[in-house]
T-cell receptor, first 113, second 115 residues
Framework: DAGITQSPRHKVTETGTPVTLRCHQT?????MYWYRQDPGHGLRLIHY???????DKGEVSDGYSVSRSKTEDFLLTLESATSSQTSVYFC????????????FGDGTRLSIL | AQSVAQPEDQVNVAEGNPLTVKCTYS??????LFWYVQYPNRGLQFLLK??????LVKGSYGFEAEFNKSQTSFHLKKPSALVSDSALYFC?????????????FGRGTSLIVHP
C-alpha cells in the first residue's frame, strides 16, 4: 500500500468550530487531493495540490481551505464547520496526472453536531 | 465536461457466477479509464486502467474490463465471483489530452456476492 496516513481517523465536533484534517505521504508524490464521500454522490473533489504552495479548487470547495507547505503534508481546514460537512474525507496522491492511478488514504470520518 | 455513469446502485450475484459492473463515460477525445474497489472503512484501491491498446484490460484479483469506444463503456467483469469480492466499485475517467487532468468518478456500485 502507498504510504498515506490520514489523521485523525474519526472526529466529532460542534457546528461553528474549526477543524483541520491532515494527510501525510511518504511517497514523495507531487499531486495530492482531498475528496469527500457521501451516499448517493460518490466521490467529490474538494481541493487539490500540484506542488508545494500550489493548490486549486475542486467542485465542492465552498467552506474549505487547504495548505501545502511541504511535499509530504496536505491540510484540509473547515474554518467554521457546518452539519452539511459531516462526511467521510479521503486524501489521495498521484505521481503524475493523466494515466497514473491515484492512491487513497483510509479516510477520516467527520461528524458535526 | 467529462462524466461517468454507473447505472446500477447495486449488483447481486451468486458465488461462482460471472459478474459485470457497468460504466459508461463521456469525455472529449480519447479517455483514460480506471476502476477502483473500496472495502468497508478503507480507502479506494486501484484495480485496473485503460490507457490505449487492447480493449480487454486485466487487473488485480482476477478482474478485467472491456473498453468499447463506440458504446463509450468500460464494464468491469469477472468470470467467477467470490464472496470476498463484495465491495463498492468506482469507475473514473479523464481525457487523454486537453480538458481537466483530474479524473471524474462515478457514484459507485455496491457488489453483493451471495454464498
Amino acid at each position: 500500500d502507498a504510504g498515506i496516513t490520514q489523521s485523525p481517523r474519526h472526529k466529532v465536533t460542534e457546528t461553528g468550530t474549526p477543524v483541520t484534517l491532515r494527510c501525510h505521504q511518504t511517497e514523495n508524490h507531487r499531486y495530492m487531493y482531498w475528496y469527500r464521500q457521501d451516499p448517493g454522490h460518490g466521490l467529490r473533489l474538494i481541493h487539490y495540490s500540484y506542488g508545494v504552495k500550489d493548490t486549486d479548487k475542486g467542485e465542492v470547495s465552498d467552506g474549505y481551505s487547504v495548505s501545502r507547505s511541504k511535499t509530504e503534508d496536505f491540510l484540509l481546514t473547515l474554518e467554521s464547520a457546518t452539519s452539511s460537512q459531516t462526511s467521510v474525507y479521503f486524501c489521495a496522491i498521484s505521481e503524475e496526472v493523466g494515466n497514473q492511478p491515484q492512491h487513497f488514504g483510509d479516510g477520516t470520518r467527520l461528524s458535526i453536531l | 465536461a467529462q462524466s461517468v455513469a454507473q447505472p446500477e446502485d447495486q449488483v447481486n450475484v451468486a458465488e461462482g457466477n460471472p459478474l459485470t459492473v457497468k460504466c459508461t463515460y463521456s469525455v472529449s477525445g480519447n479517455p483514460y479509464l480506471f476502476w477502483y474497489v473500496q472495502y468497508p472503512n478503507r480507502g479506494l484501491q486501484f484495480l485496473l486502467k485503460y490507457i490505449t491498446g487492447d480493449n480487454l484490460v486485466k487487473g488485480s484479483y482476477g478482474f478485467e474490463a472491456e473498453f468499447n469506444k463506440s458504446q463509450t463503456s468500460f464494464h468491469l467483469k469477472k468470470p467467477s465471483a467470490l464472496v470476498s469480492d463484495s465491495a463498492l466499485y468506482f469507475c473514473a475517467v479523464r481525457a487523454a489530452s486537453g480538458g481537466s487532468y483530474i479524473p471524474t468518478f462515478g457514484r459507485g456500485t455496491s457488489l453483493i456476492v451471495h454464498p
